[in-house]
């Protein structure tokens, strides 16, 4: 999460690892042609946020529980594991301090989510939890909601501007892309050749997306990109394995590949499995999910994940909501915890943020 976390431990296996890189032969040629620079640039960073996350990371004080509010929950879809584990986990904190939480499923549809800020209107909610919600899509109702009192905390939103969620909780979505480019030419030396899986519907994929496509640019002048194709989550099951086994087929010099978030990854690595190149290829993603976590733990196609926490950013979004019911305020964004897991530093299936951070908050409510 800062710079201090890099460990003596780390700088040591740094130093081993730019030792050899120097001088291994690569598919691109010698190693004299691979940016040292931006393999030594993107080693440091992978070591960062492969240390687990600190202690300093959970909340200090007391917050004082506002009694008997009601909050409608939002997932960008039920159906995908990160939302549904995002908006169970607000229900369960809900229910811990004695609020009343109701959830109602877009299914990914935009329009069925502006119904859903209505219906929250219409039943006089107090709050309005989403996961993944679309500040642009959703602007003029969310204007209506405030208009009416009610509070709204997104999560995973991809940024927040004035006049759209009062707050918006998320790891830096353009930050983890970054993170994902420095583990690709880790990995890769710096000679990978990259097909990207974008579903820029969701603000916070598109600013992965843009943070990984950067990153390439910073770390790895060597990587190259084969395709760049979109899909939208209402296909995750149906759409996306065609679309992205044609690409794969026009492209198999490809040997690495980044889906926008772990449900996309669990969708087409059966498509990578059967492919002719199978065997040659690499996956990273977002999420931290149990069957993605355990890919990666087994050491099969997904070699990394940026992992964030949506239970306990439900949680954060509970104490920040209840923070506005008492009239105090919050930065329009606020930073949640993320980490790159591997094989070898893999402490939870699915990811659960390393520390202990439901008795923190519920100690907090207290």
Known sequence: MKLGRIAAASLAALTLTLTACSGAETSAGSASSVDQKGLEAATALVNQYKASVSEKELPTGTNKV??????ITVPCAYAAENCKRGVDAFAEAAKAVGWRTQMIDPAGDPNAARAA??????????????LAGSPGGLASDLAEARQRGIKTINVEGGGNEPGQFDVNIEPSPEGMGRLLAAQITVQSKGTAKVLLVNDPEFQAVAKIHEGLVNGLKEFCSGCTTTDDISFQIADLS????????????????TDYVWASYDAAGASIRPVIQRSANGDNIKMVSTDGLEANLADVKAGGIQSADVAASSPWL???????????FKGGKADLNIAGPY???????????PWDGDVDWKSAYLNRWK
């Open 66 to 71: 506002q009694p008997g509010k009601f909050v």
């Open 117 to 130: 800020v209505q219906q929250a209107i219409n039943l006089k909610a107090d709050g309005i939890f989403f």
């Open 238 to 253: 149906t759409g996306l394995p065609t679309q992205f086994e044609s690409a794969l087929a026009a492209h198999p010099e």
């Open 314 to 324: 439900a949680y954060q979004s509970l104490d920040t909501m209840n923070t506005l």
């Open 339 to 349: 980490k790159l897991v591997t094989k070898d530093n893999i402490t939870t299936i």
